[in-house]
Every structure is written in structure tokens, then in C-alpha cells.
């Protein structure tokens, strides 16, 4: 199965950047897409963005979209979240995770396979 360690995260002002890095180990016979989710004070967690492995197409929430992207880099080693013009509301604790299932349902669901420990991002106005 695939494990994974999340860093990157911190604190920073709203319009600002991080990139949040996630070391990908082990292997995965079943787990179709892998991407980042996030969980809110108080609230559910959210899918953000993921990569479906079938084709390689990404799939981001409209919440990020156009501010976000998600890569990994070419050992397949290490997956990425590059956060642009950050918001107050993206303040959030941040995951990797698997699932065998599409990328778009990564974004819909709470149920994963797999996920990390995750690392803290706060964005202050």
C-alpha cells in the first residue's frame, strides 16, 4: 500500500503562497487516484485536488481551482500542492490520500484507502 508523510505547511498571509511536498512509498495495486484532501475547524473533510491515474488528468475543486496545482515530480517519488493567493477559508489541516476509485470522486468523497498525518496550513487575513 502506498504511505505517505506530509510537510510544507505553516503560517502565512492571506495572498500568499506555500507548497505543500508529500514523500509517496510503498506501492498500490488497487488505489486508482492519490491527491490532497483537507479538513477545516469544525468542518468535513474536502477533497482538493487529485491525479487519476487512468489518464494522468488532475481535478481540482472549484474552491481552489486556478489557484492550486498539484504535480509530482519525475522519480514519482514526492507529489506537491503549490498554493497560490491563499484565502483565510484554506486554513485547514492538509492530507495526501489514495483511493481505488475516479479523480472525480476523490473530490466527493470522505472514505480514502490510504492517508498521511497531515500538516497544518493557516492563512490569516
Known amino acids: 500500500e502506498l504511505q505517505f508523510v506530509e510537510s510544507g505547511g505553516g503560517l502565512v498571509q492571506a495572498g500568499g503562497s506555500l507548497r505543500l511536498s508529500c514523500a509517496v512509498s510503498?506501492?498500490?495495486?488497487?488505489?486508482?487516484?492519490i491527491g490532497w484532501i483537507r479538513r477545516a475547524p469544525g468542518k468535513e473533510h474536502e477533497g482538493v485536488a487529485c491525479?487519476?491515474?487512468?489518464?494522468?488528468?488532475?481535478y481540482y475543486a472549484d474552491s481552489v481551482k486556478g489557484r492550486f496545482s498539484i504535480s509530482k515530480d519525475s522519480t514519482r517519488t514526492m507529489m506537491y500542492l503549490q498554493m497560490n493567493s491563499l484565502k483565510p477559508e484554506d486554513t485547514a489541516v492538509y492530507y495526501c490520500?489514495?483511493?481505488?476509485?475516479?479523480?472525480?470522486?476523490?473530490?466527493?468523497?470522505?472514505?480514502?484507502?490510504?492517508w498521511g498525518q497531515g500538516t497544518q496550513v493557516s492563512v490569516s487575513s
Open positions: 491525479i487519476d491515474s487512468r489518464d494522468g488528468a488532475t
Open positions: 490520500a489514495s483511493g481505488d476509485f475516479s479523480g472525480s470522486y476523490f473530490l466527493t468523497t470522505n472514505e480514502f484507502d490510504e
Open positions: 510503498g506501492s498500490s495495486f488497487d488505489d486508482r487516484s
